[in-house]
């Protein structure tokens, strides 16, 4: 008795078809277009999950940098500041205080300053 794969066949195109539904033309019809389309889908999402905290790492930066300058001391010097004086606090964190809260950010911004003795 042979073993007749049909049914998994089926199945294994009919979930790929399914994923690729909205996409463009025969890209979203052809079973070896679609597929490969799906592949590169795949592809671009997992690389642009770790892009994404690249680019939300640098708006932290960014953030903290042009509030620190406000207060008179660099990016570098600030984080280098919090190091010495050994406050633990991530970018993200001080970011959202350079934003939302710069009163609280000021008091992390002093005591940078008297670890750096500026």
Known sequence: ????????????????LKAVKGYHGA???????????????KKHAYVGRKLKKRDFRKLWITRINIAARNEG???NELIHGLKLAG???NRKMLSEL?????????????????????
């Open 1 to 16: 008795m042979r073993v007749k794969n049909a049914v998994n066949a089926k199945k294994k195109r009919r979930k790929i």
């Open 27 to 41: 890209l979203s019809r052809r079973y070896r277009l679609a597929k490969q389309a799906y592949i590169k889908a």
């Open 73 to 75: 001391l660099k990016y």
């Open 87 to 89: 406050v633990t606090i």
């Open 98 to 118: 350079a934003v939302n809260d710069p009163e609280s950010f000021k008091e992390y911004v002093n005591i940078a300053k008297q670890a750096i003795g500026k």
